[in-house]
């Protein structure tokens, strides 16, 4: 069983119990988890959280936190990868389909383009 004071996305104050039903002729073994519901209500009412245990849970709920963040960047860093990859294939196959004309103008292209990275940065501006 675990009891927790806070659920994502909400700021209401909840118990929230799940039961897996069994079949038909065994749901008389029900009654016993459901008369524990309001004992647990009352029980977890009265409880408080002390200082200690409350900075190790919020410790514990960072840590597992920053673990799901590091999992999310390195599942979209791979995609990204995977991505770039296909790119880059892609463009390698359709380059070799192309003729030589056009792979020297294309190579023409890619020097032009690198000439004009190279050059410095040139700002105009008016004088009044």
Known sequence: ?????????????????????????????????????????????????????????????????????????STRQEALQKKKAEKKKMLEESEAKLSAEAIRRKEAKDRARQLKKGMPKIKMTRAH
């Open 1 to 73: 069983m675990h009891i927790s004071d806070q659920l994502p996305g909400t700021h209401k104050k909840m118990l929230l119990f799940k039961f897996a039903l069994p079949d038909a002729n065994h749901m008389a073994d029900m009654t016993r988890l459901v008369a524990l519901v309001p004992y647990y209500i009352d029980m977890i009412g009265r409880y408080k959280l002390s200082s200690q245990a409350h900075s190790k849970t919020d410790a514990a709920r960072l840590k597992a936190a920053q673990e799901a963040y590091k999992e999310l960047q």
